[in-house]
């Protein structure tokens, strides 16, 4: 349970590989254990926003604060592990409460968005299940998982974003999704938390790869003959300056129906990641960069969402990521900047013309490890938004952040 703020994130890869290595309870009962962990948050924002009309110049100012969850929402994680006839077996269940409020009656929780109009309840003020998974395998023959996990193309870059722990930037985006959006948009996209079967190798000398299918989105089309595809490789090593570099991949296909008109009969996205982080002494670096054929719009972070701008053009998306963080004592400092682009991509206004839009953003953080289960977290994100047609509108944001999470 002893965790240092660089290490962390790795707590947090139980969301993404169910890792029991940190638990709060852990029961035993004949052959089976079940471990208990968990995390929770909370953050004092304000938040200065400013538009810039790209023809006259003009420029609308807004300042708000919020007191919201982070890049994280809260999070609770049951975890079963036993062994038999040789295998290892795992089942991992989730839930992800948020404190976010976007009631205007001080008090109220998420609920029915127009009280007495017999609209149904909004579907964002249910529990978020982010993992319902199980899998299957040993250190010869490798792993199989089955259902709701954490991605694969995506999934280390986020993991080693120190805002994971913080706030970052696109605060405003914490309604109704009970978290930020972190470094989000502005260097990587959102890997997300999918239905997949995925097969991962044993580690050999350093090596691991995992590939599987995931759920295909209907992002061009109506039909989606085959699933998703995703892969990643990763090579880990230690000694003086130990480190890690990984590669991606994602691929999915879409087509219309003969019954639907559509601007292309078949549709493809794919997409490519390289990134690496190395440590030396108490000092680490991250850089990262991937690059998307209709995968969607990077800048709004989603994966298939504005894959094709209605003209059956594919969004040319690209980003990357550069981190440093240095480790004094109890106390992590580190700065991030990240920038994301997107060409020919879905045009919002409707407007149905080729689009330019690019974010980028710097973070400062400070992460103060209180005691073994609290950190203390104060950051500072500068956040540009330039839409070269989309809006003729470009946007700057600050965001100040300082709140606390807890992991037990």
Known sequence: MHKTPSLRPLVLALLACGSTASHAVSFTQNDVTLDINGTINGFYVVR?????????????????????NGLLPGWINFVATTRSQGLDIKAHISFAPGINNNSDTVGLPIGNPNPGSGTPANPYSQIDTRNVYFQFGNSEWGTLKFGRDIGLFGQNIILS??????????????????????MIGHGYMYTGFQPQITYTTPAVGGFQASAGIFQPSRFAGDETKTPGFQAKVDYDWKGGMPGKVWGGLVSQSTSCSSSTPCATKSFSATGMELGGKVALG???????????????????????FGGSNGAGNKTDSQGYFLQGTYKMGATKFGINYGANKDKDGFVLTGAGTSNQITNRAVTVGVYH????????????????????????????NRTVSLGGLIFF
């Open 282 to 304: 108490n000092f680490e670096a991250v850089a990262y960069a991937f690059q998307g054929k209709g995968l969607g719009l990077s800048t709004v972070g989603a994966q298939f």
């Open 48 to 68: 200065d926003a400013k538009s810039i009309n790209r023809a006259t110049g003009a420029e609308t100012s807004t300042t708000n604060s919020a007191l919201t």
């Open 369 to 396: 490890s209180l005691n073994k289960f609290i950190t203390l977290v104060g950051e500072f994100n500068d956040e540009k938004i330039s839409n070269v047609v989309d809006s003729n509108f470009d946007n700057k």
């Open 161 to 182: 974003d120190m805002t994971l722990l913080g706030v970052g930037g696109t605060s405003n985006a914490s309604i109704p999704y009970n978290t930020t959006f972190g």
